[in-house]
C-alpha cells in the first residue's frame, strides 16, 4: 500500500501565494533568488499564466529550462513566457536583478527543476547561478535567445512551432532563435527555408535529414547547411539522384557547401544514389578529422573505396560503419590500408551485410588483428564459413579491449536452398566455444542467425535476425 507524501512546507507556502495571483506578482520584487524556481514550478503546475508572465520577467537567473517542465509542447505556457520576453524586449535598460538572457524551450533542463525542488534547495547558494550581484548597476538589454529543438516531420508546421516562429518574425533583430539540433523528416522544401530563416545557423551542431529528396532539393537546403559553421554531426539518408547531367554539378555544388563545416566530426550517409563513382568528391571536402564514418546501403567502386583508404582525414577514425556496401567483386586490398591506417584509434567496426566471403577476411584479418583498441565488431550476414570463423576468432584474441562481437551463422549451418539448420548450428557453435575455451580468455561473441548470406532466402524463423549467445563469460 502507497503511503501518501505531504506536500512540503514550501510548496503549501507557494500554493497559498498562488491563491491571489496579484499578490503573488507584487511580491516578486522581494521574493529571495532560491524561492523563484519552486514558486514557477507551482505556477505551471497550476497554469497560472499571469504569474508565470510576471516570472519570466523578473528571473533573476541567465537561464530558464521552461522546455524541462513540459512533456509535450503547451502553446498557452508558451505564449505566457513570449509575453513576459516582450515586456523585457519593450525596456532600454534591463533592471539589475532581471537577468534572463536565455529561454530554454528543449526537453531537458530537468536537472535544474530537480535541483531547486527538493531538499537541495537550502545546501544551495541563494545566489544561484546568474542570480542577483548588487554591485552591478542597470545594464544595456543584451539580445535574448530562445532555445528550441526543430523536428521538422509533418508536411506544415504544428500548431506550437506556428506560433513560435511568427512570434520571432515580427521581433526580428530584437532577439536570437537558437536550435542545436535539427532533424527533418517530412516537409516540404519551402516550408522548411521559412522555419531557417528565423534560425540563428551558426548555432546549429548536429543536421539529420532523413528523407527521400532528390539531390536538386538537396541542393536548394546546401546553402543553408554551409552557414551552420559550427555542425559537429551529419546525417544525410535517401538522397536519391536523378539520372541526368545536372548529377555531377548538383555534387559539386553541395561538397562546396560542406567545405565550410569546420567542426565535422562525424558523418553518417545512408542509402544514396549518388555517391557511386563520387566519393572522392565528398571526402576532399572534409576540412578537419572525423570521429565517425558511416557509409551504408549504397553501391560504390573500387576506386571510392581506394580514395577512402587515402584520405588524409580518416586517420583518428573511432566508428566506422560499412554495413550494407557490397564488397563482394571488389579487391581486399583498400579495406585493409583503410584499417592499418585507422588501427591506433578505431573502436567500433561494422561490416554487416557486406557481402565478404572467405578470401576477403583472411586477406584484412592481419590489419584487423591491429586494431588495439576496438571494442565492438560485427560482421552479421556475411557468407562465412567455420575454418575461417575459427580463423578469425583467433586472430582477434589479441584485442583485449574488444567486448562485443557478432558474427554470422558458418555458411555450413545453411542448406543449399538457404535453409538453417538448426541441429548443424548447434553443433558449430559448440567448436566455437571450445576454440574460445582454448583460447583461455573470457569474450562475448554472438551468432546471428540471418537470412543465409549466400543465397539471401528467408524461411520463417529467420526473417529478422537472432542473436544466439556462443560464450558468455562468468
Known amino acids: 500500500m502507497s503511503v501518501r507524501v505531504p506536500p512540503r512546507l514550501l510548496e503549501l507556502a507557494g500554493q497559498s501565494l498562488l491563491r491571489d495571483e496579484a499578490s503573488a506578482i507584487a511580491a516578486l520584487e522581494l521574493l529571495p533568488p532560491e524561492l523563484f524556481p519552486p514558486l514557477f514550478m507551482e505556477a505551471f503546475n497550476g497554469r497560472h499564466t499571469k504569474t508565470l508572465k510576471a516570472m519570466v520577467q523578473a528571473w533573476p537567473f541567465a537561464r530558464l529550462p521552461l522546455g524541462g517542465l513540459m512533456q509535450t509542447p503547451h502553446q498557452e505556457i508558451l505564449q505566457a513566457a513570449l509575453d513576459g520576453l516582450d515586456v523585457l524586449l519593450a525596456q532600454k535598460v534591463r533592471p539589475r536583478r532581471w537577468k534572463l538572457q536565455v529561454l530554454d524551450l528543449r526537453n531537458g533542463g530537468q536537472n535544474f527543476w530537480s535541483l531547486w525542488s527538493g531538499a537541495g534547495v537550502h545546501m544551495c547558494s541563494p545566489m544561484g547561478p546568474g542570480a542577483e550581484d548588487s554591485s552591478r548597476s542597470k545594464q544595456p538589454l543584451a539580445p535574448l535567445k530562445v532555445f528550441v529543438d526543430l523536428c521538422l516531420k509533418e508536411t506544415t508546421l504544428d500548431e506550437f512551432l506556428t506560433y513560435l516562429i511568427t512570434w520571432v518574425k515580427q521581433r526580428e533583430g530584437w532577439l536570437h532563435l537558437c ?12 516550408n522548411i527555408e521559412k522555419v531557417l530563416n ?7 551542431q548536429q543536421v539529420e535529414v532523413n528523407c527521400p529528396w532528390q539531390l536538386s532539393t538537396l541542393g536548394v537546403f546546401a546553402p543553408y547547411l554551409g552557414r551552420m559553421s559550427n555542425v559537429q554531426r551529419l546525417l544525410l539518408a535517401h538522397i536519391h539522384a536523378a539520372a541526368s547531367e545536372e548529377e555531377e554539378r548538383q555534387v559539386a555544388h553541395f561538397t562546396s557547401q560542406v567545405l565550410r563545416l569546420h567542426h565535422l566530426r562525424g558523418l553518417y550517409i545512408d542509402s544514396p544514389s549518388f555517391l557511386e563513382g563520387c566519393l572522392d568528391q565528398m571526402l576532399r571536402c572534409l576540412k578537419t578529422p572525423l570521429e565517425t564514418l558511416s557509409l551504408t546501403n549504397c553501391h560504390l567502386t573500387e576506386s571510392d573505396l581506394t580514395h577512402l583508404s587515402h584520405c588524409l582525414n580518416i586517420s583518428q577514425l573511432q566508428n566506422l560503419d560499412l554495413s550494407g556496401i557490397s564488397l563482394t567483386y571488389l579487391s581486399p586490398e583498400p579495406l585493409q590500408i583503410l584499417l592499418e591506417k585507422v588501427a591506433a584509434t578505431l573502436q567500433n567496426l561494422d561490416l554487416d551485410q557486406c557481402g565478404i ?21 560485427s560482421m552479421c550476414g556475411n557468407p562465412l564459413s567455420m575454418a575461417v570463423m575459427g580463423r578469425l576468432l583467433r586472430h582477434t584474441d589479441g584485442l583485449r579491449r574488444l567486448r562485443l562481437e557478432v558474427y554470422p551463422a558458418p555458411l555450413e549451418s545453411y542448406s543449399p536452398w538457404g535453409a538453417l539448420h538448426l541441429g548443424r548450428l548447434a553443433w558449430f557453435r559448440a567448436e566455437l566455444i571450445e576454440i574460445l575455451r582454448d583460447l583461455g580468455r573470457p569474450r562475448t561473441v554472438w551468432l546471428s542467425m540471418s537470412p543465409c548470406p549466400h543465397c539471401g532466402n528467408k524461411t520463417s524463423h529467420d526473417l529478422e535476425p537472432i542473436l544466439w549467445p556462443c560464450y558468455m563469460p562468468a
Not at 536550435?179 to 519551402?190: E, S, V
Open 179 to 190: 536550435c542545436k539540433k535539427l532533424r527533418i523528416f517530412a516537409m516540404p522544401i519551402q
Open 198 to 204: 528565423m534560425v540563428q545557423l551558426d548555432c546549429i
Open 357 to 377: 566471403a572467405d578470401s576477403h577476411l583472411e586477406a584484412i584479418l592481419p590489419a584487423l588483428s591491429h586494431c588495439s583498441q576496438l571494442r565492438t565488431f
